[in-house]
């Protein structure tokens, strides 16, 4: 038999010239020149090494023993490629296998900063976190974010992105939602797609994770998620198909936790079924690190690469074909599918990195996209943006000082710098109090000592610190500020992250009393003088509003917004930048409300089966914990449940104001009947004083059908471009008919149903500006699927 490997055929054709048949040709030629040890060398990954300091090592335990072999050879020389990246898979340059470097993460890349011996640093560009992009409605800011990213993995020498996460945020006490963009589908998968895009127009991948249905962090690596099929389908796992079908990530992560009794990774239905025979998913699926825990079911569901692997899962690969318990054939697809995405890596391709990515540049990029994502919750009289006489400005709150940039975990980026609050004000111009600057600064240095390392197990093997309480503020200090200073700035911060979930207490859920006290006191001390004061809220996901946003003059939810925090802040403030961002995530009026929260984050189950008590695989210090969740909500998460069951609010899904306002026009249906799509549009004016933009959010209402349906369900977004004060912009959306379908069980198709339309033009999911009617003749089917996933 002629074999086609490799080397040869490089050297006969530069690789622009190697089409896709040339392409699949090598790819099984590299296979069939392979021996099953290094087939099962592939599959996995090359193990985890983590270059922790002495301290944390100490805490839990070291890195995996070393083996002196040309594997463990191979490892140690492949692991130099780029330090501090999560996961390397093998090389044999023998046989034209390149290694390719994964590294985190949705907020930015994730590497070691220093290295040993070195004086050249490696930061990356921290960018906003994945829920400011969503709240930017912006695609197009998205991909400009993803190309400025992927810029640096290609610089750094990475191949594959470890992100983005796209998980729904069912609830808000996920600790990982700071990684997640929306409740709501359609927006996670649009932006999802968005930021894929813009990353892969470098030459690099990403990864889609946590596929699926990975919406708590509580026993993660062990919890069984309950869910309806219609519930996964339309819910939490429309963005995935969104994003893959129109962005093909080049691999995508499967989640650590069960779906209806079967680890994700280890799912035919999930990984075969629906992510390849009904979306047409053409890369390869990697574990999560640690994911699963039986080997073998995972190469046969089609989860193709195991991360971050161990010497025995090698073993047990190759047993199970020596013994037949798995055919080899199945190996090899699962390579065929990692080569395919080898071959376009850059290593692959021979692009030398040049270690130094545009920084500067992608600050700017951070800086403004930060600021289009940033909600303005309130603002009485018009308090922002900042009247030309305020020049002095008292800061308040710990965060403040200690702005966090972004959450905690693998999603943590190791930038050079942190512009806080205070900083941004004094590089915009403004003068703060030294007096009250030290008295925080001293606060929160001795608040950290007494901390100490962090209590989320992840955050301080990751190096992060533990949030400390907020600094009780005396009524004199208040007022003693009110005399010297313009204006009031209170932050409230929130951090949270990978391996821990919120909880809905004071001090992290809620505000805590010395919170409270704080806002209430600042804002008596200034409005006793004339003044006025504005809470900016540094946080990661929700935190309950309703019982405070009145007191103060302005409420400015900054989220985490990436390494410019600060100058992003000040941007905003002071009119540079007139704030278009609008929620993307319900803000409940209290906990009690949301509608999963009588079942987050589940609970343990008594089992007698070994595979669900024991910790089979991954990292020692993850425990698995038979655990349970039941998605009892079903479809109804954040706004379909709280407008269609009529819970009020605190901020609905989509709300956000402007220093600006608009008028919208008619909306315009293409045709008052619907055939295979429909087209609205609407015109949008600045009716008002300042330039801004508008996020135009098409809501449909359902008719009475035999599904049940959502009071209404976003069906598309746009947002304006920056419209003057007096100008005007027409923006168009098509309709299709899997916009308006729901799923049927029963038949395993969506639908739509026949029956009277009508499409909603708001600047919320409350504030309906605008509607129109059409009617669909007669039932549309609008994609038959697989059946799969059944609880
Ligand atoms: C996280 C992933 C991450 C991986 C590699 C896991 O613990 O869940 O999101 O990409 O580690 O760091």
Known sequence: MFILTWSPLLAFFPPSEISEINKEKLVSGIIASMTLEQKAQVLIGTGMFMDLPDSIRERFGGNQEKQENDYS?????????????????????????????????????????????????????????????????????????????????????????????????????????????????????????????????????????????????????????????????????????????????????????????????????????????DWGFEGYVMTDWGGGSDVVAQMKAGNDMIQPGQPQQIETLIQAVRNGELDEAVLDKNLARIFGVMMESPKQKGYKASYSPDLKAHATVTRQAATDGMVLLENKSNTLPFSADIKKVAAFGNTSYDFISGGTGSGDVNEAYTISLIDGLKKGGFESDPGLETIYENYIKEAHAKAGPPKNWLAALMGGKEPVDEMQLSKEIASEMADKADIALITIGRNSGEGGDRQAVGGDFYLSQIEKALITNVTEAFHAKNKKAIVILNVGGVVETASWTKIPDAVLLAWQPGQEAGNSVVDLLTGKVNPSGKLAISFPLSYDDVPSAKNFPGHEIKSDKKDDAADLSGFSFMKRVPWEVVYEEGIYVGYRY???????????????????????????????????????????????????????????????GKLDKPQEELVAFAKTKLLQPGESEVLSFTITAKDLASFDEEASAWIAEAGKYTLHAGASSKKIKQSAEFVLAKEMPAGKVTKALVP
């Open 642 to 704: 709280y407008n269609t069951f009529d819970v009020p609010v605190s901020y609905e899904f989509g709300y956000g104001l402007s220093y600006t306002d608009f008028e919208y026009g008619k909306l315009k249906l293409g045709s008052l009947k619907f055939n295979n799509k429909m087209t609205a549009s609407v015109e949008i004016k600045n009716t008002g004083k300042f330039a801004g933009r508008e996020v135009i959010q098409i809501y449909a209402s359902a008719p009475k």
């Open 73 to 277: 050879k191979m490892v140690e020389k492949i692991r130099k490629y780029l330090p501090g990246a999560a996961g390397f898979t093998s090389e044999f340059p023998e046989s034209g296998v390149t290694s390719q470097v994964l590294a985190d993460g949705p907020a930015g890349l994730r590497i070691s900063p220093i290295r040993k011996g070195e004086e050249k640093t490696y930061y990356c560009t921290a960018f906003p976190i994945a829920t400011v992009m969503a709240s930017t409605w912006d695609t197009e800011l998205v991909y400009e974010v993803g190309m400025a990213m992927g810029n640096e993995v290609l610089e750094y020498g990475a191949d594959v992105l470890l992100g983005p996460g796209m998980n729904i945020q069912r609830d808000p006490l996920c600790g990982r939602n700071f990684e997640y963009y929306s409740e709501d589908p359609l927006v996670t998968g649009k932006i999802a797609a968005a930021m894929i895009k813009g990353v892969q127009s470098n030459g690099v991948g990403t990864s889609a994770k946590h596929f699926a249905a990975n919406n708590q962090e509580t026993n993660r690596m062990s919890v069984n998620t309950i869910v309806s099929e219609r519930a996964l389908r339309e819910i939490y796992l429309r963005g995935f198909e969104i994003a893959v079908t129109e962005a093909q990530p080049w691999t995508v992560m499967s989640s650590y936790n069960k779906i209806n009794g079967t680890y994700t990774s280890e799912s035919h239905d999930l990984l075969t079924k629906i992510l390849r025979d």
